[in-house]
């Protein structure tokens, strides 16, 4: 039996609209299936860890935006269930879905997860005892993940299908009064001073932020992270330089230094604002590994 987490208010709605669809395709096919709506944050976290040790529940499907794979993967990870994790995109971004190869539309999805597929052993980035599965993000990057989660401008783009924009509207807002830091960095126990940090992405596949290659050899199973460090940089040299992220072509750039790691830490002489996966996850200093192998993902036999 499948078991479906349902974020109905993903996407502005995008989540219930999606979810109508599939229940008429899983009833035609005569699939036994369960189902879970959200209504809170971190509601995702609490059912998912019902279906992990629930023995009727054979595969654990998130439908929502990547916030709903966040908590469904911190789901599984907190009741230390081996079931494996489906993917029916419903959100804005949907950067799990480019990582992992997972179709865009919801009843090829559906069709991967109940047809052929294989299973992938992913890698999680932990911090204290909350996970990653996507990417985490430390200083201008985290800010301005809370400030797009908080604005109403988000709803609005998501409603005419434009949800990716708003993250590059938030990077306008924040750019104009952000002001970077110098960092101690320590990276699989090396330490190093960086004066001038922007932001330090720490990735365990390619894309965040709707379609952002922002470290572009990211690989969810090598059992290390990659990092991707901005600094020394100029407000409006970041912002012509901002373009070349969709391409991952920034990382030839003076100012990108990429790093690769099992465990770093993170002190700034002020807080930074963090996220992980999209969700706001307080401020530095910050600690944060790789735990490799550490959950199964639904994808496509072709990504293999």
Known sequence: MIGFIVNPVSGNGKGLKTWRLLETNLTAKGISYRVIFTEAARDAIRHTASFAVDSTITTIVAVGGDGTVHE??????SAGSDKPLGYIPAGS????ARGFGIPSHPIDALNLIIEEHTILQADLIRYNDRIAINSVGIGFDGRIALVTNTAPYKRWLNR???GKVAYVISLIRVLATYQPCAVTLTVDG????????????VANIPYYGGGMMICPQANPTNGMIEMCVVSGIGRFELLTVFPRVYKGTHTSHRAVKLLQASQIRVHSEHALDIHMDGETAGTTPVELE?????VKIVVPTALL
């Open 290 to 294: 790789v735990i490799p192998a550490a």
């Open 160 to 162: 005419i299908k434009l």
């Open 190 to 201: 090396i330490e190093q001073h960086i004066k001038d940090v922007w932001l330090i992405a």
């Open 93 to 96: 971004g949907n950067d799990f």
């Open 72 to 77: 469904c993967a911190n789901g599984i990870y």
